[in-house]
């Protein structure tokens, strides 16, 4: 099993529309989390820290769940620039791993 | 502008040659790390640096060499350049706080 596994979709949505991706991890040992957004030719850039106790920035929350080993993260009202790779990373010891990314296309 | 600076942007090599893929960052960040990035592939793990001296294995290590001999700069060495050795290459460095800060990457083609 992958240390962390992601659907790849692509998940295709309306504008406007919610969505959430998850992100599962293997490592129970696993210290720090976070989503990355990746366009297309583009280098990730950090979309926002993963938190135990949830964490919300506009329309983006995401929430770690230990006991489950997961991740998540949800879009509210769905912009047509929203449309990239999401990726999920997790740092275990400083040793990073990243999840192969979900693709999310929103349409007019 | 702070940050992860790559160079150069894009490359072609033949296959055999050798050539040095730079990595600089101002941040005073101690971990630093190489990835390639293929399709379908996801990011994959070089090899990593946690200070100045220290450098170590990460997933797909063969092919590639790397050194850290000081805290900015981190440059990955391909020795003997082959086809499958054509990807998108990512430095990053690492804040524990806020996560991986990348590079813009280097398309490297080896023909």
């Known amino acids: 099993r992958k240390e962390v596994e992601q659907d790849p979709g692509p998940f295709n949505v309306p504008e406007g529309a919610t969505v959430a991706f998850n992100c599962t991890y293997s490592?129970?040992?696993?210290?720090?989390f976070f989503w990355y957004r990746q366009d297309c030719r583009k280098e990730p850039k950090l979309l926002m820290s993963v938190y135990s106790s949830g964490n919300e920035d506009g329309r983006f929350t995401a929430q770690l769940n230990r006991a489950s080993q997961y991740i998540s993260l949800l879009i509210r009202d769905s912009k047509l620039s929203d449309s990239a790779t999401y990726l999920c990373?997790?740092?275990?010891?400083?040793?990073?791993?990243f999840g192969r990314g979900t693709s999310l296309i929103v349409h007019p | 502008n702070a940050g992860v600076t790559q160079t150069p942007k894009f490359q072609v090599l033949k296959t055999g040659q050798s050539m040095t893929l730079q990595c600089a960052q101002d941040m005073n960040h101690e971990y630093m790390s190489w990835y390639r990035q293929d399709p379908g592939m996801g990011l994959r793990l070089i090899h990593y640096s946690v200070g100045a001296g220290i450098t170590d294995q990460g997933e797909v290590p063969n092919g590639y060499n790397v050194s850290r001999s000081t805290t900015e700069d981190f440059p990955l060495r391909l020795l003997s350049a082959a086809p499958s050795q054509t990807s998108v290459y990512f430095c990053a460095s690492l804040d524990t706080n806020y996560g991986y800060t990348f590079g813009s990457g280097t398309r490297l083609t080896v023909v």
């Open positions: 490592n129970s040992a696993s210290q720090s």
């Open positions: 990373g997790l740092v275990r010891g400083y040793i990073p791993t």
